[in-house]
């Protein structure tokens, strides 16, 4: 069976320090990877998606960047973190035209 | 441009009174719905999802949605709330026909009183 695994589960990082938010999949071979964030009061956003090694699609102009070194591998990343880079990061994984399978998220709270 | 309203940040029910979700969605062509719900500390799971086809779609737990064009709705419910039905509930759209790619509304939160 498949499983995503996401981690840390909750991050506290002070302003203009770097982040990185792993998330890996198992069981499964040649995923599509997503990065989401959920800042409060707001809906889930869509950051990054991937459809191959190396492929990184960006959804929204930010400070973030994202990196797939691995097949089921996925990296989110920032070299030095504003305070609105808070809120919960959730990495999905699916196979095309299929439903989601969520990762159980990151808590980020830069301070 | 698709989005998605959810009515209501909270709502709270007694248990095993009806619950009722209210989801508004904007698109320019025909939409893909979903409800997602996320438990205390874990991730998103899917309870249901529209594509074509029957109107009123049926998901996990009990829970359905009935998807309405005139009224551009895509309504939870559940006849009797479970005291384990306490969850933040995620409306969302597609963009296109790309089931990858969702939209979210700013989420529900429920809260079920014994």
């Known amino acids: 069976s498949q499983t995503i695994h996401q981690w840390p589960a909750t991050l506290v990082q002070p302003v203009g320090s770097p982040l990185s938010l792993e998330c890996t999949v198992e069981?499964?071979?040649?995923?599509?990877l997503y990065w989401y964030r959920q800042a409060a009061g707001r809906g889930l956003q869509l950051l990054f998606y991937?459809?191959?090694?190396?492929?990184i699609s960006s959804e929204v102009p930010q400070n973030l960047s994202a990196s797939r070194p691995q097949d089921r591998q996925f990296i989110l990343s920032s070299k030095k973190l504003l305070l609105s880079d808070s809120g919960f990061y959730l990495c999905?994984?699916?196979?095309?035209?299929?439903?989601?399978?969520f990762g159980s998220g990151t808590q980020l709270s830069v301070l | 441009a698709q989005s998605v309203t959810q009515l209501g940040s909270h709502v709270s029910v007694s248990e095993g009174a009806l619950v009722l979700l209210r989801c508004n969605y904007s698109s320019s062509v025909p939409p893909y719905l979903f409800w997602y719900v996320q438990y205390p500390n874990q991730g998103l799971q899917l309870l249901l999802k529209y594509t074509t086809g029957a109107t009123l779609v049926k998901g996990i737990n009990g829970f359905e949605a009935e998807f309405k064009k005139s009224e551009t709705s895509f309504h939870l419910t559940k006849p009797s709330a479970h005291m384990s039905d306490a969850a933040e509930y995620f409306c969302?759209?597609?963009?296109?026909?790309?089931?990858?790619?969702?939209?979210f509304g700013t989420g529900t939160r429920l809260q079920v009183f014994p």
């Open positions: 969302a759209v597609t963009r296109g026909y790309n089931t990858d790619k969702l939209i």
């Open positions: 991937s459809v191959g090694i190396g492929q």
């Open positions: 999905a994984w699916s196979r095309a035209s299929e439903k989601l399978f």
């Open positions: 069981g499964t071979s040649n995923p599509n």
